[in-house]
């Protein structure tokens, strides 16, 4: 048996990269921890850091556009320009679009790579990977961290027209990539059932080595401490917790940290319903410990009226199973099966009755709140990120071998090929928009 091939360079697209704290961030610099001591350089290409400041993010760290700037795990970061324009859908799709062809510049001329992966849910960043592959003649690795275009359906990103092309766009991408990776086996399957090949499952994890088990919660607290942490946005149906925090009244605390485009509407609704919730701003490391260790129960939220959620698992689950707290799960689907089979917590529906009931049980019997202990070693077993990057390095070196068994096109032959590739591609949508 031959030993893994070591000096192997991988070129990284993503919307969101360090100094930021976000989905993407945590996952690849996780990643990236384990995958350099296997023999991996990485490069990545990203916008000038714009969501999420993380606690190293300033003036320098969240980088120039056009510039490269040296990451602290030995990755090379190309960044791209960002406008800033704002955070509404049109802003974020108009600097995505930006985004996206800086990326297809810069991705280019990123120097020797051996493999090309580009991390969703940023849609245009999809086809921006796929002409930097061919154009350097490389595998292209699509990593779909979020169910698309399923959810975009869900969220009424898209509509009519529009969505018949988003929906065409995505899947041209998905069937031509040498590898697709998911992070749920259920979107894995949907994605198998839709044609697509060469559909593999990484999900997401932690490092186990810097997530702490924590004492038991005390047993003689006045009053049941709930804790959300996480994004504020439309997904997490936050609102549900506040009414339900309402109904319950003195005998509970609800507290939110984070940010997210529905913070602000969830500070009015408290206060049009009179609760005390504490509100605050994100924090990080050693404080999301801390914040974890005077909770009680740790909320695990997604709306239920969206059917790609049966196919996610927020990537919180995994740290929160770990720490060793009760969990108020209001999932579905693969989430929800995550947390029966690691045995820790409650899972409840997403409406504000059926919560406030759990919460004021807890509260009158606090034996409840005492975690079971099976969830620790089930991350252990199925979600230690230097076991997930094993996998995939493994994964990444099989798709490099297979692509360089096949007859190798000159750069002329893959200019042609890219533009025939742009060619269909605007058939496709021009199709999709007169069928829709």
């Known amino acids: 048996m031959q030993p893994p091939e070591t000096d192997l360079r991988l070129l990284l697209l993503t919307s969101s990269y360090w100094p930021e704290h976000s989905p993407p961030q945590r996952r690849w610099m996780s990643l990236i921890r384990t995958m350099r001591d296997q023999g991996w ?21 969240k980088g120039r556009a056009w510039r490269a700037q040296p990451g602290f795990l030995g990755e090379k970061i190309y960044r791209v320009p960002h406008l800033f324009l704002g955070d509404n859908r049109i802003c974020k799709l108009a600097n995505q679009l930006i985004g996206a062809a800086g990326s297809v510049v810069r991705g280019i001329a990123t120097g020797r790579q051996d493999a090309v992966v580009v991390t969703a849910p ?15 003649g ?19 990103l898209v509509r009519g027209g529009s969505k018949s092309v988003i929906n065409s766009a995505v899947e041209y991408v998905q069937n031509r990539a ?41 047993s003689d607290r006045d009053r049941l401490e709930v804790l959300y942490l996480g994004n504020h946005g439309e997904s997490q149906a936050l609102d549900v917790l506040i009414r339900a925090a309402t109904l319950v009244g003195e005998d509970m605390r609800l507290t939110l940290v984070g940010h997210g485009s529905q913070k602000p509407a ?25 914040r974890y260790e005077e909770a009680d129960s740790l909320v695990i939220s997604l709306r239920d009226d969206w059917k790609s959620f049966e196919d996610t698992i927020p990537s ?54 005492q975690p079971a202990g ?51 591609v605007s058939r496709q949508l021009r199709h999709a928009r007169s069928t829709a």
């Open 266 to 290: 969830l500070r009015r609704l408290a206060m049009e319903l009179g609760v005390k919730v504490r509100f605050l701003p994100p924090e990080y490391r050693e404080a999301v410990f801390s």
């Open 374 to 424: 099976t969830g620790r070693e089930w991350v252990k077993e199925h979600a230690e990120y230097s076991d997930l990057a094993c996998q995939y390095g493994d994964l990444l070196r099989e798709t490099i071998r297979e692509h360089r068994s096949q007859p190798q096109q000159s750069l002329t032959q893959r200019i042609a090929r890219v533009g025939r590739a742009a060619v269909q």
């Open 316 to 369: 919180k689950t995994y740290e929160v199973l770990a720490i060793g707290r009760h969990i108020t799960g209001i999932v579905r689907g693969e989430a929800a099966n995550v947390l029966t089979e690691a045995g820790e917590g409650d899972i409840v529906e997403c409406n504000p009755q059926g919560i406030a009931e759990l919460w004021r049980e807890l509260a009158a019997d606090r034996a409840r709140l």
């Open 138 to 156: 490389l595998p292209l690795v699509v990593e779909m961290r979020d169910a698309w275009p399923n959810l975009a359906q869900d969220a009424s």
């Open 41 to 61: 350089r990485v490069s990545v290409v990203a916008p000038v850091a714009h969501y999420g400041p993380g606690p190293d993010y300033n003036s320098e760290t």
């Open 122 to 136: 940023s849609l245009p960043l999809l086809g921006s990977a796929l002409l930097v592959a061919r154009m350097k």
């Open 178 to 218: 040498d590898l697709v990776v998911t992070v749920t086996e259920g979107f894995a399957q949907t994605l198998r059932d839709r044609g697509v090949h060469n559909v593999v499952t990484v999900r997401n994890g932690i490092l186990m080595d810097r997530t702490p088990k924590l004492q038991a919660p005390p």
